[in-house]
C-alpha cells in the first residue's frame, strides 16, 4: 500500500450537497472524513440518500446526478471540480467501490481471473496478464481464500454469495485504492456470508490501510464493524459519533426509532 500521511485524511467533503433535477437537495450539507486505516459507517433507511451521497463522493453523474454545493478533498488537494476524464483516473487505482450485489462488479459470462486481469489493466495497461492473475492470486491468498486458482478460473455464477461478494471487494482492492466505499455489501447474505464480508473489511483497513466507508440499513452489521458511525436521515446527518455511544446510548430521536426497530431475540412471541 502506498504510503499516506497520519494527518491527512484519504478522502473528506466538506458541505456536500447534490441530486437530481426534480430533487436537486437529495444529501445536503454532508461533512465527511475518511482518515486512512478508519471503518466509518453510515446508517439510515432506505431512501435517505446513501447511494446518492457514494456516488456524489466518486463524482459520478450517472441518473443526472449533480452536485450543487460543498467541496470533496482526495489527500488534502481539491477534487471537486475535477473533468471526468480526471474522475475516471481515480475511480479504482485510487477510490474503489463495492456495491450491495457481486453481479453489479462483475459479467456473469466472464471468468473471474479475467475480469481481475482487464481491472487492472485499464488503469495500467503496460501490466501483463501472467502478472495480473499472480497479483490476484497473492491477494486472494493474503485474504484467506483456500483456492485462489479455483476461484480465478471460475464464473461468477459458480460461486456462492459469499465468495463473490469478497472476491468483488478483492478485486476493487488489487490497485491498491486508498478508500474503500461499501454500499450495502453484505445485506443479500446470509449470516455465514455476512461475518466473511465483514472480517474482510475489517481485514482491509488494518491489514492495507485502506479507508473504509460502510454504508447500510443493518444497524447490527454496522454495529460490529465500524468505530464511528453516522446517522443519515433525509438527506442530512442528524446524529454522529463513536458507534458504541451512538448506537447503545443515543438520545436523538430518528436514532432511537431506528434502534427500536431492530429485531431481538427477547422480543419474540409465546408460543
Not at 463524482?59 to 473533468?83: E, P
Request: aromatic share 6%; charged share 20%; glycine share 8%.
Amino acid at each position: 500500500m502506498r504510503p499516506t500521511s497520519a494527518d491527512s485524511p484519504a478522502l473528506e467533503c466538506t458541505g456536500l450537497t447534490a441530486g437530481y433535477a426534480d430533487h436537486p437537495d437529495v444529501i445536503m450539507d454532508i461533512d465527511l472524513r475518511l482518515d486512512p486505516g478508519a471503518l466509518i459507517g453510515v446508517v439510515g433507511e432506505s431512501g435517505c440518500g446513501k447511494s446518492t451521497m457514494m456516488y456524489a463522493l466518486l463524482g459520478h453523474s450517472q441518473g443526472g446526478l449533480m452536485r450543487s454545493a460543498g467541496v470533496i478533498r482526495y489527500q488534502g488537494a481539491d477534487i471537486t471540480h475535477l473533468t471526468p476524464r480526471d474522475w475516471l483516473k481515480l475511480r479504482g487505482p485510487e477510490l474503489a467501490m463495492v456495491f450491495q450485489s457481486p453481479a453489479a462488479s462483475f459479467d456473469p459470462l466472464m471468468r473471474v481471473g479475467r475480469q481481475f486481469t482487464e481491472s487492472v489493466r485499464r488503469h495500467t495497461p503496460q501490466a501483463s496478464p501472467r502478472a495480473c492473475r499472480a497479483a490476484a492470486r497473492q491477494l486472494l491468498s493474503r485474504l484467506r481464500f483456500d483456492s485462489p486458482d479455483a476461484v480465478l478460473d471460475a464464473y461468477p455464477f459458480e460461486l456462492s454469495g459469499g465468495m463473490a461478494q469478497r472476491a468483488a471487494i478483492a478485486m476493487a482492492l488489487l490497485s491498491e485504492p486508498r478508500v474503500l466505499l461499501a454500499d450495502e455489501p453484505a445485506s443479500a447474505l446470509d449470516v455465514r456470508a455476512q461475518k466473511e464480508v465483514l472480517d474482510l473489511l475489517g481485514e482491509t483497513a488494518s491489514e492495507f490501510g485502506t479507508a473504509v466507508l460502510f454504508v447500510s440499513h443493518q444497524i447490527n452489521l454496522v454495529r460490529r464493524l465500524v468505530s464511528h458511525v453516522h446517522i443519515l436521515a433525509e438527506g442530512r446527518f442528524v446524529e454522529s459519533g463513536p458507534a458504541g455511544k451512538v448506537l447503545s446510548h443515543s438520545v436523538n430521536p430518528y436514532t432511537r426509532r431506528l434502534l427500536d426497530a431492530v429485531p431481538r431475540l427477547d422480543r419474540g412471541h409465546a408460543a
